[in-house]
């Protein structure tokens, strides 16, 4: 694990069963940068088209997916239990002072209703 600053956290999120090690596959980190490209481009389609809500999930996945490839260039991939706020979590613990848990980013734009 190379994340110096913030490796206690991101230890501390293994420990607890939110991230596990894996073998680092730079080909997967790839295809979800690609994904995460892809997503970008469609949520640029769908604002044009006025559906602005479908347009902001696409751009939240294509951060998630991108966040998600840091991971897994890394050998650490988020667990169902640690989900995407363990993504968040050891995306940020290098530049964050110190670890207390981020507030979690919400994946509805404010006005807009769940289904």
């Known amino acids: 694990m190379s ?8 230890r501390e999120l293994i420990d607890a069963g939110e991230v596990d090690r894996v073998t680092p596959d730079l080909t997967i980190a790839r295809r979800m940068l690609e994904d995460a490209g892809r997503h970008l481009a469609t949520a640029s389609a769908a604002k044009v088209a006025g559906d602005l809500s479908g347009a902001y999930q ?47 980013v919400r994946e509805d734009p404010p006005g807009t209703e769940q289904l």
């Open 3 to 10: 994340w110096e600053p913030g490796r206690e956290r991101v």
């Open 58 to 104: 696409l751009a939240y996945d294509a951060l998630r997916k991108s966040a998600a490839s840091l991971l897994e260039a890394q050998g650490l991939r988020a667990t169902s239990r640690g989900g995407h706020l363990a993504v968040q979590e050891v995306v940020t613990a290098p530049v964050r002072r110190d670890s207390t848990r981020l507030p979690v």
